[in-house]
């Protein structure tokens, strides 16, 4: 089955900065890659999602990009504001497979004054 | 905006006991998903159901789990003897179309096994 890894665990950055989050997925098969933002105690809301036929997606200040020779896609959200601190999980579809959502591991982001 | 709505919102039960996640997906989604994450963790698939009956199921969800569309619109999960690793966050997640649709979640049901 699918495996997808996630890194780094724990990010912290300066407000303004970017920040960068990495996850890479095992199966070929998965074609659908959504981000979900999760504050403590709620439920994951989707981000931003990218699919299998495109390389890169942005919407305002994140985006999206996939590298499916590597298996691998990142998120990537500039200027960050403290309310962007939470955990943010990368996850894995394979649309011809059930559709269930593989999961990373998660990345905690803290976003400092 | 539709949301996926679930009840109780927190649910305390002893070893051994049944419970029972309710949940009522988006009025016009046809595939609902159950998810889990323990406390800390990451979030793991359970089970989906379109049609009337599992589309899939995880390891995780054996023959404790059992899910359910006792109506038009409410899609609930049973677990018939609970254990004390049963403790988590359940998510009930739905979508209109299997192919790159969007999974929408509820506000998920904490339950804690004494």
């Known amino acids: 089955g699918e495996n997808v890894e996630q890194h780094p665990s724990t990010l912290s950055v300066q407000e303004g900065d970017s920040a960068v989050i990495k996850c890479t997925y095992s199966?070929?098969?998965?074609?659908?890659f959504p981000w979900y933002k999760q504050e403590l105690g709620k439920r994951p809301q989707l981000i931003i999602d990218i699919r299998s036929n495109v390389g890169e997606k942005k919407d305002q200040r994140i985006a999206v990009t996939l590298n499916k020779t590597a298996k691998h896609f990142s998120l990537h959200i500039t200027e960050t504001q403290p309310e962007d601190s939470a955990v943010y999980f990368c996850?894995?579809?394979?649309?011809?497979?059930?559709?269930?959502?593989?999961f990373g591991t998660g990345t905690q982001l803290k976003v400092e004054l | 905006e539709p949301e996926v709505t679930q009840t109780p919102s927190h649910q305390v039960t002893q070893m051994g006991q049944e419970v029972i996640l309710r949940c009522v997906p988006i009025s016009n989604h046809l595939y609902f998903y159950w998810y889990r994450q323990i406390l800390g963790q990451k979030v793991e698939f359970l089970v989906s159901f379109y049609n009337n009956e599992i589309s899939e199921k995880s390891e995780i969800f054996d023959d404790q789990f059992s899910v359910e569309r006792p109506d038009g619109s409410n899609f609930t999960l049973k677990i018939r003897s609970t254990k004390l690793e049963d403790s988590a966050m359940y998510f009930c997640a739905s979508n209109g179309i299997p192919f790159g649709e969007t999974q929408y979640f509820g506000p998920g049901t904490r339950l804690l096994v004494l």
């Open positions: 199966d070929s098969a998965s074609n659908y």
């Open positions: 996850a894995a579809v394979n649309r011809g497979g059930g559709n269930k959502l593989t």
